[in-house]
C-alpha cells in the first residue's frame, strides 16, 4: 500500500513562499474542469491568469539597471508587450560625521573616508521577493555617493571600513521609479558615541585564591555589539587581541537601551572554539569581562556511516554541531566518509544529558536519505556514542504529468528544490538539501528520490507554461503501521499556453529606448490567499542580445 503525499501549488517564488491549505470552499478545484469559463485551477481555488500579473524585470547590471516591477491591468497583456526601464533606481546622499556628542546636523563635517553600504529589502508589489545589494564607495568625495538598486522597500546600513566608527542605518526606504530617496548617514564623533572596554577569558576559576584567569590561547576572536531586540549591529565586528583585550565603539543609539548583546565568535576555524552570546544591561561598565566557559579541549573522534541495510556509506558529508560545555555554540569542520564510511573530525564535548546534533549528508545519487542523530562525546576517550550512524532512505516520489489534452507527457523536466528550511536554529540543518532533477518517460511518469521536507516542484515542458506544485514528503503509516517509503502524487495536468512576445529597452549611457540584453524576466500572478497576498510563479524567460523576449504563460 503506498501513501499520498500531501500536495499544493506553488504560492510564491524565490525567498518567499507560502504553502495553501484551503479550507471549506465552493472555489475549490482539482483540475481546470471544476473551473468557469477562462480560468484555471490554482492552489487557493480557481482564477484568471490574466488578472493580478505583475512582471519582475531585471536589466543590466553593469549599467545599474536592476530589477523592478511592472503591474499589468487586468485583461491588458495582449501577445505582445514591451518594457522600458527607463535609467537606473538609485539612493544618493552624505556620509557625515558629528563634531561632538549631540546629533546636531548643522555641525557636521564630512566622512571622506572608504564606506560599504548594503541594502536589504523586498518587492513592494511581489510578495516574498528579496532583494540585496552592496557598494563600496573608496573615497567618496565631499561624502557624496550615488548607490544603484533595484526597485523595493530597504533597510540600509553604511558600514566604515574602519573598524572604530560605529555603524549607521535607516528602515522603510521605498526605491521605485517615482522615488529617488536621499540619504545621509551620519556616523558619531568620538566623543559622541559608547565606547566599552572589556577582556576575553576562556574562564575564572573561583576555587583559587586570588581568583584564577584561564586565558584563550591559540585562535582568533572577534567581538560584535547588536540591539537584543531586532539584532541591528551597534558597532564593527572587532578584533579581540592575543591578550583577550578589546575596545568596542557603539553608535549613540545604544545610550537609550536598558540592555546590549554582545556576541563573540572565532575568525576561522583552524583551532576549535565556541561561540557565545552575552546580554550587558544598562547602566553599562566602563569594562566588562565576559568568558567563554570551560569548553575543555577539541577532541578528535571518529564514526561509521551506513545505509538502512548496514552497509558502509562513503563519500557523505558529515558534520557536528551544538551546545557545548561552557554553554557556548559550536560547529565542526565538514568531513568526508571514507570507503569504509568511517569519518574522523575534531570537535568539542557536549555537557552532560544535552547531546550534539550530527549531520549526514549523503551524496546525490545515494538512496540515503540525509540523517540526524543526536551523540554524546566522552571528552576522555573521544568515543562517540552511538559511534555508528544508520541512514533512513530516501522516500520515492512518483506522479505522472498528462498534456492538456490528457495525453501523456514525455521528456517533461520535473525538478524538485527544497521550499523552506527551519530558522529555529535547535532544528536547522546546517546545509539545505539539494537540487534533484528527472525527466518524464514516454508514458508521462516520473519517480524522484526525495528526503522527507516540503519541496516545490517544477514541471518545464517545451512549448507550454510553467506548472509548479508543493509537495510535503513524508512517510505515512501503511495497513500494517510500517512507515511506507513509496509516495503517489496526484496526477498533474498542464495549462495550454498562449505566447507573449515584446522587447526591454532602457537608457543607456545616456541613450534612451536602447535595447537591454540578456535582460530576465518573471511574470507572476499576485492574489489574496487567506487574507494575505501571496505570487504564484507563471513563468521566466530571458531575452536575447537584441533585448527581445518570448514567453508561453497558462491560459484556458
Request: hydrophobic share 40%; net charge negative; aromatic share 6%.
Amino acid at each position: 500500500m503506498r501513501a499520498t503525499a500531501t500536495l499544493a501549488l506553488l504560492l510564491g517564488a524565490a525567498s518567499g513562499c507560502a504553502m495553501f491549505a484551503p479550507g471549506p470552499s465552493a472555489d475549490r478545484c482539482t483540475s481546470d474542469l471544476d473551473c468557469g469559463p477562462g480560468q484555471l485551477c490554482f492552489a487557493e481555488g480557481c482564477g484568471d491568469p490574466g488578472k493580478g500579473i505583475v512582471v519582475e524585470v531585471g536589466g543590466e547590471p553593469i549599467g545599474g539597471l536592476y530589477a523592478r516591477d511592472v503591474p499589468i491591468a487586468d485583461g491588458s497583456l495582449g501577445k505582445t508587450r514591451d518594457f522600458d526601464l527607463g535609467g537606473p533606481l538609485q539612493v544618493t546622499g552624505e556620509f557625515q560625521r558629528e563634531k561632538t556628542g549631540n546629533v546636531d546636523p548643522t555641525n557636521r563635517t564630512f566622512y571622506n573616508e572608504p564606506v560599504i553600504v548594503r541594502a536589504i529589502g523586498e518587492s513592494e508589489l511581489i510578495p516574498g521577493i528579496s532583494r540585496v545589494f552592496e557598494q563600496r564607495f573608496e573615497r567618496p568625495e565631499r561624502g557624496r555617493y550615488v548607490m544603484n538598486v533595484g526597485a523595493g522597500r530597504f533597510h540600509l546600513t553604511a558600514w566604515p571600513v574602519d573598524p572604530s566608527v560605529p555603524p549607521a542605518s535607516v528602515s522603510g526606504l521605498l526605491v521605485s521609479p517615482d522615488s529617488a530617496p536621499d540619504v545621509t548617514f551620519a556616523f558619531p564623533a568620538v566623543e559622541g558615541a559608547v565606547t566599552i572596554s572589556g577582556r576575553l577569558l576562556k574562564r575564572i576559576d573561583p576555587t583559587q585564591v586570588p581568583n584564577l584567569e584561564i586565558a584563550l590561547t591559540g585562535t582568533s576572536m572577534d567581538v560584535q555589539a547588536f540591539e537584543p531586540d531586532n539584532h541591528q549591529p551597534l558597532s564593527q565586528r572587532f578584533p579581540i587581541s592575543s591578550q583577550g583585550v578589546f575596545t568596542l565603539t557603539l553608535g549613540p543609539r545604544a545610550k537609550e537601551l536598558p540592555a546590549v548583546l554582545f556576541e563573540v565568535t572565532p575568525r576561522g576555524n583552524t583551532t576549535p572554539t565556541p561561540s557565545k552570546t552575552f546580554l550587558v544591561e544598562a547602566p553599562f561598565p566602563n569594562s566588562v569581562t565576559l568568558e567563554l566557559g570551560d569548553y575543555g579541549e577539541a577532541v578528535n573522534v571518529t564514526g561509521h556511516v551506513v545505509d538502512s541495510k548496514g552497509a558502509p556509506l562513503s563519500g557523505a558529508q558529515v558534520v557536528i554541531q551544538g551546545v557545548v560545555n561552557g554553554g557556548g555554540t559550536f560547529r565542526s569542520r565538514v568531513v568526508l566518509t571514507d570507503a569504509d564510511g568511517a569519518f574522523t573530525l575534531s570537535t568539542l564535548a557536549n555537557p552532560p544529558e544535552r547531546p550534539l546534533s550530527l549531520y549526514v549528508f549523503p551524496p546525490a545519487m545515494s538512496e540515503a536519505a540525509v540523517t540526524h542523530a543526536k551523540l554524546e562525546i566522552d571528552a576522555t576517550t573521544g568515543k562517540l556514542q552511538p559511534e555508528v550512524v544508520r541512514c533512513d532512505e530516501r522516500l520515492t516520489v512518483r506522479g505522472k504529468v498528462l498534456t492538456p489534452a490528457g495525453e501523456p507527457a514525455a521528456a517533461v523536466s520535473v525538478r524538485a528544490l527544497e521550499h523552506a528550511t527551519s530558522v529555529d536554529p535547535a532544528t536547522a540543518r546546517p546545509f539545505p538539501l539539494d537540487p534533484v532533477e528527472v525527466q518524464t518517460e514516454a508514458d508521462g511518469t516520473f519517480e524522484l528520490k526525495l528526503d522527507p521536507a516540503t519541496w516545490r516542484l517544477e514541471f518545464v515542458a517545451p512549448g507550454l507554461p510553467l506548472a509548479s506544485r508543493l509537495v510535503t514528503v513524508r512517510a505515512l503509516p501503511d495497513d500494517k503501521g510500517e512507515p511506507d517509503t513509496e509516495l503517489d502524487l496526484p496526477v498533474v495536468t498542464l495549462a495550454k499556453g498562449r505566447t507573449v512576445t515584446g522587447r526591454v529597452t532602457g537608457t543607456v549611457s545616456l541613450t534612451a529606448n536602447a535595447p537591454i540584453p540578456h535582460s530576465t524576466l518573471r511574470f507572476f500572478r499576485v492574489t489574496p490567499v487567506e487574507g494575505r497576498n501571496s505570487a504564484i510563479l507563471l513563468g521566466s524567460t530571458v531575452a536575447d542580445d537584441q533585448g527581445q523576449y518570448t514567453i508561453v504563460l497558462p491560459s484556458r
